[in-house]
């Protein structure tokens, strides 16, 4: 069975500062995994997708997530947060359908 | 771009009323999707449809049936709603590229309360 595991409910950073989105995934094979952002009032919007292409991937924004198959983590990074970066985070593992974390909650404060 | 339609932001529905929620995708796409999503549970999903007519269980069906006969609809539909039925409704459609699932895109989302 798959499953993946978004390890913080919330993350807070100030502008200008790395941000890092923890998520973890137990798949029995090489899964395609994604990463979705939603903004308040606005539907999700997928910010990257990792097909087994390259192990580092770079999406939208400037975000970029690495997979790493022996600590089973997909996690995403920025080098320095926006404003406009504060909304909620879906780490996204999939098989025959799509399997969601619980979401990331990235809080910027100026 | 592709447009994923959701028939109303916001809905308020009794207890024991039967509730539609319409979705329409204008990319042709093969797969259609519902979720609900509730705050610290992420998104979970109802139903899904990978052609007209078809439908297949995702992980919460109870409670919940769908409607698929035109390609680029797909129905959601609350026999009789109950008050564990409010929350935050969210379709989606995708290709469908050999065995795999491409992206998929969302609609805005029904922000359902029932009463």
């Known amino acids: 069975a798959q499953s993946v595991t978004q390890l913080d409910s919330h993350v807070s950073v100030s502008e200008g500062t790395p941000v890092l989105l923890r998520c973890n995934y137990s798949?029995?094979?090489?899964?395609?995994l994604f990463w979705y952002v939603q903004h308040p009032n606005k539907g999700l919007q997928l910010l990257l997708k990792?097909?087994?292409?390259?192990?580092l991937v770079k999406g939208i924004n400037g975000f970029e997530a690495e997979f790493k198959k022996s600590e089973t983590s997909f996690h995403l990074t920025k080098p320095s947060a926006h404003m406009s970066d504060a909304a909620e985070y879906f780490c996204?593992?999939?098989?025959?359908?799509?399997?969601f974390g619980k979401g990331t909650m990235l809080l910027v404060s100026p | 771009d592709v447009k994923v339609t959701q028939s109303s932001r916001y809905l308020v529905k009794r207890t024991g009323e039967k509730v539609f929620l319409e979705c329409v995708q204008d990319?042709?796409?093969?797969?259609m999707f519902w979720y609900r999503q509730d705050p610290g549970l992420g998104l979970r999903l109802i139903y899904f449809?990978?052609?007209?007519?078809?439908?297949e269980k995702g992980d919460i069906p109870e409670g919940y049936s769908v409607s698929r006969e035109k390609k680029e609809r797909f129905s959601l539909i609350l026999e009789s709603a109950s008050t564990n039925q409010t929350s935050m409704y969210l379709c989606?459609?995708?290709?469908?590229?050999?065995?795999?699932?491409?992206?998929?895109?969302f609609g805005p989302g029904t922000r359902l309360t029932v009463l």
């Open positions: 996204v593992v999939r098989y025959s359908t799509l399997t």
């Open positions: 798949s029995s094979y090489s899964p395609s």
């Open positions: 990792y097909t087994s292409a390259a192990t």
């Open positions: 990319m042709d796409h093969e797969n």
């Open positions: 449809s990978y052609d007209v007519k078809m439908k």
């Open positions: 989606a459609s995708a290709w469908l590229a050999g065995d795999f699932y491409n992206e998929q895109f």
